[in-house]
T-cell receptor, first 114, second 112 residues
Framework: DSGVTQTPKHLITATGQRVTLRCSPR?????VYWYQQSLDQGLQFLIH???????AKGNILERFSAQQFPDLHSELNLSSLELGDSALYFC?????????????FGPGTRLTVT | DQQVKQNSPSLSVQEGRISILNCDYT??????FLWYKKYPAEGPTFLIS?????DKNEDGRFTVFLNKSAKHLSLHIVPSQPGDSAVYFC???????????FGTGTRLKVLA
């Protein structure tokens, strides 16, 4: 158990809908990262927050947004969903944004868009 | 543009032998590299890392080698055990960018 929790575990929704994925980092960790893993793809970095502020952005679509709240949990919002958004979404946390501290991953949320 | 590549989608090795997983990168500005292991239905877990100032880092049965001139790194597992069967991802980052680029993974199967 990495100490990172993600809810829900599974989500099935229709095209055009909007969903929110939630992540609670390990106790004490200030950085949260979001990744997308599509079929046969590696982990695509989406976005990184540190202590409530956006630190880095990757290949995140404009239809997607994220935020980190004062209690350090983070939410990833996906809107106008398309079939191609079906994927595993992982959240990871680390103590600081730097390379000194490894990332701990949650178990992921499997999103299926029908 | 895939900056981190793992060209072997799968690898099978006999128990007790050496497993060698390879990873190539294209961005010469990357200065920190990591390997993660992933079991089904779980998130990736950190295995070992290496800074670009080193060419080797060892942790028990796991050793990572970095060849900067070839932009290549490899993970050696000796001896391989059935419990090592998993998908292995390599990742790279550049200081100050606060993001990690992952490869597509190599599925290792260790045969008993």
């Amino acid at each position: 158990d990495s100490g990172v929790t993600q809810t829900p575990k599974h989500l099935i929704t229709a095209t055009g809908q909007r969903v929110t994925l939630r992540c609670s980092p390990r106790s004490g960790d200030l950085s949260v990262y979001w990744y997308q893993q599509s079929l046969d793809q590696g982990l695509q970095f989406l976005i990184h927050y540190y202590n409530g502020e956006e630190r880095a952005k990757g290949n995140i679509l404009e239809r997607f947004s994220a935020q980190q709240f004062p209690d350090l949990h983070s939410e990833l919002n996906l809107s106008s969903l398309e079939l191609g958004d079906s994927a595993l979404y992982f959240c990871a946390s680390s103590l600081t944004p730097g390379q000194a501290h490894e990332q701990y991953f949650g178990p992921g949320t499997r999103l299926t868009v029908t | 543009d895939q900056q981190v590549k793992q060209n072997s989608p799968s690898l099978s090795v006999q128990e007790g032998r050496i497993s060698i997983l390879n990873c190539d990168y294209t961005n010469s500005m990357f200065d920190y590299f990591l390997w993660y292991k992933k079991y089904p239905a779980e998130g990736p877990t950190f295995l070992i890392s290496i800074s670009s100032i080193k060419d080797k880092n060892e942790d028990g049965r796991f050793t990572v080698f970095l060849n900067k001139s070839a932009k290549h790194l490899s993970l050696h597992i000796v001896p391989s055990q059935p419990g090592d069967s998993a998908v292995y991802f390599c990742a790279a980052s550049r200081s100050g960018t606060y993001k990690y680029i992952f490869g597509t993974g190599t599925r290792l199967k260790v045969l008993a």
